[in-house]
């Protein structure tokens, strides 16, 4: 399909505010990250998450914490920080004008 | 003759790895250290991933299997994925298709006996309560001739994948499986349910 690849930048901008409102809505551990992605256009593997979050984290959008797991060794718990909590809703609002824009032109 | 294992820390996580295992484990931490050469916080990034890797190497681990091997190290490292900076490079993201082809698999995590009612019912989206008790009622029904049903499927249908954070397996499903790829190997029906032989 010649439109993938005009799609594939766009999934990949739009992975990182995806990111941050999965984070925004409770505190999660990559694995939780992953499986709600999965099987959406944005499935993404751990590879590329792992980065997103470190930089999402020197940011200061997100935060992590350890949490003592039952099975295995502790686990990184990801949430938004106050930043992030504005940032995310700045992005809302402006996805949702961008939306509205693209919606208007072309009918 | 012994084969020597080699112990490695990783992050959090102490596993053995056999020979291939450990040489392919070190060439995808040097590849994904290369990767990150731009980042500004590359330890935290690997760390992160060595912790990823030993979870998904331990989820594939066969009961009492201690020491890794290309065949769990392989599938964990493609799940896992290499390494992308964020914005950076062509998006790599195309969706793996697999995860959306359904197949036909017994499902270990939270099984009872060895996941065959679990995996039927992932498969046609049934209530696996529903598929449990429609299983003994036809064990009852059929003078147990459901028994050999349910033991050919044991030994054809393929194993799910784990997933991290999913149920515990159980200690009967993991005997079970454990004995099932014993005669498996035995009869000479690789992991695919294929006869090989």
């Known amino acids: 399909m010649a439109a993938e ?4 930048p766009i999934r990949k901008g739009l ?9 925004g809505v409770k505190s999660v551990y990559v694995p939780d990250i992953l499986r709600q992605l999965a099987g959406t256009e ?21 935060q992590y914490e350890w949490k003592e797991s039952d099975a295995g060794p502790p686990r990184k718990y990801y949430r938004l920080t106050d930043t992030g909590r504005a940032q995310l809703a700045a992005l809302d609002d402006y996805w949702n004008l961008i939306n ?3 919606a208007n032109f072309g009918n | 003759m012994q084969r020597i294992a080699t112990t490695v820390r990783l ?13 392919r484990l070190e060439q995808y931490l040097a590849e994904s250290a290369r990767l990150l050469e731009a980042d500004p916080d590359p330890q935290e990034i690997l760390a992160d991933l060595e912790q990823a890797v ?3 190497c331990t989820h594939r681990l066969r009961p009492e299997q201690t020491v890794v091997t290309l065949a769990e190290l392989e599938p964990a490292l493609e799940e896992i994925g290499s390494v992308q900076a964020p914005g950076s490079g062509p998006a790599s993201m195309a969706p793996p298709r697999e995860a959306t082809l359904r197949t036909l698999q ?6 009872v006996i060895s996941g065959v009612c679990l995996g039927l019912a992932r498969y046609f989206r049934l209530d696996v309560t529903l598929l449990r008790v429609i299983s003994v009622l036809l064990l009852l029904g059929t003078g147990g001739a459901m028994v050999l049903v349910y033991l050919g499927l044991m030994l054809l249908l393929p194993y799910a994948p784990p997933e991290p954070g999913g149920a515990p397996i159980r200690w009967l499903p993991a005997k079970n499986r454990a004995f099932m790829e014993f005669l498996r190997a035995k009869l000479g029906v ?5 006869i090989t032989a």
């Open chain 1, 5 to 8: 690849s005009k799609l594939a």
């Open chain 1, 15 to 23: 992975l990182e505010f995806l990111v941050l409102k999965i984070v």
């Open chain 2, 54 to 56: 030993a979870d998904q």
């Open chain 1, 42 to 62: 944005f499935t993404t593997q751990e590879g590329t998450l792992y980065p997103l979050l470190s930089k999402l984290r020197r940011e200061d959008l997100v």
């Open chain 2, 106 to 111: 017994q499902i270990s995590q939270g099984a």
């Open chain 2, 190 to 194: 690789d992991r695919a349910g294929k």
């Open chain 2, 11 to 23: 992050n959090r996580s102490v596993l053995q790895f056999d020979d291939a295992a450990h040489a």
């Open chain 1, 100 to 102: 509205r824009t693209i």
